[in-house]
Nanobody, 121 residues
Framework: QVQLVESGGGLVQAGGSLRLSCAAS????????MGWYRQAPGKQRDLVAT???????TYADSLKGRFTISRDNTKNTVYLQMNSLKPEDTAVYYC???????????????WGQGTQVTVSS
């Protein structure tokens, strides 16, 4: 089983920055793509960014240029650097990963518990 634990959320003023981290732990044979999603109150969960094990990234179009995803494969950790934050970025941010717990087992999709990001105006 793979666990994902996010950290780094909090309250920040508009224009500020935050860096989220998500560490994978447990039984891990291999982690493929990792990513961040967010869910604002009353809205669906939306893609923020993803990154493959080789470092290829994708972003929600509206967030390009302000958010940067990266990962450290030696630490099984993915990061999300968020700059020029806006009140509309307020949401619970969730970490996501495709991971294989043991050799010869299926790759499964895992979610973290989420971390709250609140941007005040």
């Amino acid at each position: 089983q793979v666990q994902l634990v996010e950290s780094g959320g909090g309250l920040v003023q508009a224009g500020g920055s935050l860096r989220l981290s998500c560490a994978a732990s447990g039984s891990i044979f291999r982690i493929d793509a990792m990513g961040w999603y967010r869910q604002a109150p009353g809205k669906q969960r939306d893609l923020v960014a993803t990154i493959t094990s080789g470092g290829t990234t994708t972003y929600a179009d509206s967030l390009k240029g302000r958010f940067t995803i990266s990962r450290d494969n030696t630490k099984n950790t993915v990061y999300l650097q968020m700059n020029s934050l806006k009140p509309e970025d307020t949401a619970v941010y969730y970490c996501n990963a495709d991971a294989q717990a043991m050799k010869f087992t299926r790759t499964l999709n895992y979610w973290g518990q989420g971390t709250q990001v609140t941007v005040s105006s």
